[in-house]
């Protein structure tokens, strides 16, 4: 399984960014898609993921800010990210899983400055 990430950028504080992220190869009709965030000198946490029936779960501090979404016919999920903290700058990875297995994407770098 392959992962294509897109849609980083820099935004100023209160701003909004939409992530998205295609997964290719062979892919089972159960799995679950989410998204890691990585700040700046620190580990990688679970921001977000959703399974391919749609059930949702989100990291406290990201509730009511960040929207998770998917596209089954497309196999990609999406990050939609509105008021945009400081804190949330870093690199978000979308992760697959399916089976036993977990694949990576290469990772799209946010920046929340002003």
């Known amino acids: 399984v392959q992962l294509q990430a897109s849609g980083g950028g820099t935004v100023q504080p209160g701003g909004s960014l939409r992530l998205s992220c295609a997964a290719s190869?062979?892919?089972?009709?159960?799995?679950?898609m989410g998204w890691y965030h990585q700040p700046p000198g620190k580990q990688r946490e679970l921001v977000a993921a959703?399974?391919?029936?749609?059930?949702?779960s989100y990291k406290d501090s990201v509730k009511g800010r960040f929207t998770i979404s998917r596209d089954n016919a497309k196999n990609t999920v999406y990050l939609q990210m509105n008021n945009l903290k400081p804190g949330d700058t870093g690199v978000y990875y979308c992760?697959?899983?399916?089976?036993?297995?977990?694949?990576w994407g290469q990772g799209t770098l946010v920046t929340v400055s002003s």
């Open positions: 992760h697959f899983a399916q089976l036993v297995q977990g694949y």
């Open positions: 190869g062979s892919i089972f009709s159960i799995n679950v």
């Open positions: 959703i399974s391919s029936g749609g059930n949702a």
